[in-house]
Structure formats: structure tokens, C-alpha cells
């Protein structure tokens, strides 16, 4: 059964801090590796990892896929409180479903 | 252009009723997939749709939760005799081409809440 397990589950950070979230997965057939962001209800997407692409930059995050550890980290520098949320981590593989992770939520204080 | 839409936001049901959750994919995608998220869990597979035809039902947790897409467009979730334990987010994405486009957008989402 394919599975994603995240950590930290919970991290509180001041404003300012640079943070790591961490991600590893055993997927059959694994094909691309994606990072959602979710504030009240919807996730929304920030960034897929795959083979063919394993490091991927937008702003104050990025992300880094290693297909040897089966991992993923996902870096935000100069944090803001609107960065808080829940981060998500998904994997997918032969099926096309996404398998998810529990998620870090993250708090960003003043 | 517009995203991905769910109907109702909310939803409150009285147990053993059946309830209908609808969802409007981004145009042009041809999948579509329903999650479920409980209280402090993650998101739950539940059913996959390419076109009009769903490859994959494994996450479907009882016969009671059924799945239809017309149109390769709209699609509704329905559960039957609706349980105490099947209150939860429900969660539609979609997306343009499994294998070629794996990003999935999800809609906000339709919180059911059965007493």
C-alpha cells in the first residue's frame, strides 16, 4: 500500500525564520511527488517534483525531490505569518490518485 | 478561467438520510477525483473518474458511497443512509491528464456534518 508520512506534524516559528518540512513516501511506480498549501478548506497547489524536474524555486519556497531516500523537503525562507497553514505532501504512482500525507501545520508568530 | 466548484459548502443532514455532493470540474479536464478529509486527517482517496468512467473505486469506504460523471464533465457524489462517521470535507479535484499532468486543483470543498 503506498504510503506518505510528513514531519514535523506541527511547528511554530517566529517571523523571519527560515523552516524545513520534510516528506518521505513509498509509492509503487512512482511518478511525481506534489506540495499543496491548505489555509481554510482547499488545498492549493505549490510545486511537483518529478524524475525529470527535482528542484523547483518560487519565491520565498522551494522544494527538493531525492528519488535515492524517497524524500522530499520543502524550504521557506523570511517567513510571513501568512505563511501559516497546513503543508501537504503527496505522492503518485501507477494509480493516478493522490496519496497524501497527514500534513505540518505551521504557525508563524509575530 | 473559473476552478474547480463544489455545491453545497455546507451540508447538515439528519442520520440515515441520502445526500448528493456536486462537483463542476475546470474545463477541459478530463479527470476528476473525489477525497475525503475527517477532523485531524489527512486527505482519503475515494474514487477517480477518466471521462465518464471511473479505473479506480478502491477508496470508496462501503457500498452505501456511489459516483457518476455525465457529460466528462459534472460530477456527483451520493451517500446513502448517511452515518454519523461520514461527516467530513469532501473534496473534488481535477486534472488535465494523469501521467502527462499529475497537478490536481481542488475545489473548496463541501463540509457534511450527519446528526
Known amino acids: 500500500e503506498d504510503k506518505v508520512v510528513q514531519s514535523p506534524l506541527s511547528l511554530v516559528v517566529h517571523e523571519g525564520d527560515t523552516v524545513t518540512l520534510n516528506c518521505s513516501y513509498e509509492v509503487t511506480n512512482f511518478r511525481s511527488l506534489l506540495w499543496y498549501k491548505q489555509e481554510k478548506k482547499a488545498p492549493t497547489f505549490l510545486f511537483m517534483l518529478t524524475s525529470s524536474g527535482i528542484e523547483k524555486k518560487s519565491g520565498r519556497l522551494s522544494s527538493i525531490l531525492d528519488k535515492k531516500e524517497l524524500s522530499s523537503i520543502l524550504n521557506i525562507t523570511a517567513t510571513q505569518t501568512g505563511d501559516s497553514a497546513i503543508y501537504l505532501c503527496?505522492?503518485?504512482?501507477?494509480?493516478?490518485?493522490?496519496?497524501f500525507g497527514t500534513g505540518t501545520r505551521l504557525q508563524v508568530t509575530l | 478561467g473559473a476552478g474547480v466548484s463544489q455545491s453545497p459548502s455546507n451540508k447538515v443532514t439528519e442520520k440515515g438520510k441520502d445526500v448528493e455532493l456536486r462537483c463542476d470540474p475546470i474545463s477541459g479536464h478530463t479527470a476528476l477525483y473525489w477525497y475525503r478529509q475527517s477532523l485531524g486527517q489527512g486527505l482519503e482517496f475515494l474514487i477517480y473518474f477518466q471521462g465518464n468512467s471511473a479505473p479506480d473505486k478502491s477508496g470508496l469506504p462501503s457500498d452505501r458511497f456511489s459516483a457518476e460523471r455525465t457529460g466528462g464533465s459534472v460530477s456527483t457524489l451520493t451517500i446513502q443512509r448517511t452515518q454519523q462517521e461520514d461527516s467530513a470535507v469532501y473534496l473534488c479535484?481535477?486534472?488535465?491528464?494523469?501521467?502527462?499532468?499529475?497537478?490536481?486543483?481542488f475545489g473548496p470543498g463541501t463540509r457534511l456534518t450527519v446528526t
Open positions: 503527496a505522492a503518485t504512482g501507477t494509480a493516478s490518485k493522490l496519496t
Open positions: 479535484a481535477s486534472s488535465l491528464a494523469p501521467g502527462l499532468a499529475d497537478e490536481q486543483y
